[in-house]
């Protein structure tokens, strides 16, 4: 169930780079995170320290990874990247951490897979400024305090129910949910997206694509591009009639649904008779990943209207019935 205007693959990241905004004002949207941010930002330039840490979550390709961007460049800090899958043990955090130049912005992407040890190594980190640093073994073992170069966390993950609390409060700079995009910040995306791209885009396409977006930039992004593609191989001028012909070909509806999203409700409705299903049990008649149903396609399944999430399971809601038709 790899739908190829979602996964974030290669060629996605070269678009996410390639589109990224590098300023607050290209940030569209998510104005009440935006200027909470920036004036954690401008309180620390002033103090002339690094701001508190900054956790930010929400669906994928809502724009996290963009802010922990714009939180290095306001700053004027380097940015290193890292994710909670690559820190397996306690060394690899620690070698990151020692090694920062001062004042860097540290990003750690998908902060929930990080293990319980390596977040509580990090907590006297984030807290103090320090690592507790464990030297020899049985009784002559001693802990040592080792001071780390100032720097400031990012986290981010679609997972915020998987961050345990303490380590969520730790996050001193705010925890930000990021929310799906209205349609007039998707428009304003698409616009400016395809002047970065040197598109001629009249407003009736930019509506098409910010209207089958998932609500999500990422999606957006890549919709347009690929509805470029198609109008480039066919020799035909960007138009609503080769955006209709396009979602067409890539089994994409009005409502940005794929084959994939129908395909679930779908097996909701054949399957489990509409619901309540268990999220392991419709993964597996599916097979596909709990998690990437619950994070990736879900959300907006939800937002729609189309299912609904109870403790006893996924249920097909009558707009989701409605729309299988
Ligand atoms: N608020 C925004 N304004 C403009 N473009 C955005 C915005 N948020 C995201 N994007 C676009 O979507 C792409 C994916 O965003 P990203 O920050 O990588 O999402 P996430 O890290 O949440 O998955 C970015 O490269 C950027 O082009
Ligand atoms: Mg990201």
New binding site residues.
Partial sequence: MSTPHEA?DATLQS???????SSWD?????NQIKASVRIAIDAAKKRGGMPEHFL?Y????????????LVAESLGSPLKTTSGVAIERAADLAAILTNLEPNTVLFI?EIHRLSHKIEELLYPALESGHLDIVLGKGPSARTVELALPPFTLVG?T?KVADLSGPLRSRFGGGVYQ?DF?TES?LR??VQ??ASVLSLDAPQDVVEHVAARSRA???V??ALLKRIRDFSEVHERPLSASVCDEACELFGIDGLGLTKDDRRYLTTLREAFRGGPAGIRALAAALHEDPDTLENVYEPYLLRLGLIERSSRGRILTPKGREYLG
């Fill in positions: 974030p678009l996410d780079a390639a589109l990224r905004p290209d940030y569209v949207g998510q930010f929400g669906p994928p390709g809502v724009g996290k990874t963009t802010l922990a961007h992407d981010a679609t990021l995009y910040d304003d995306i400016r997206s999500t930039p990422r957006a992004n």
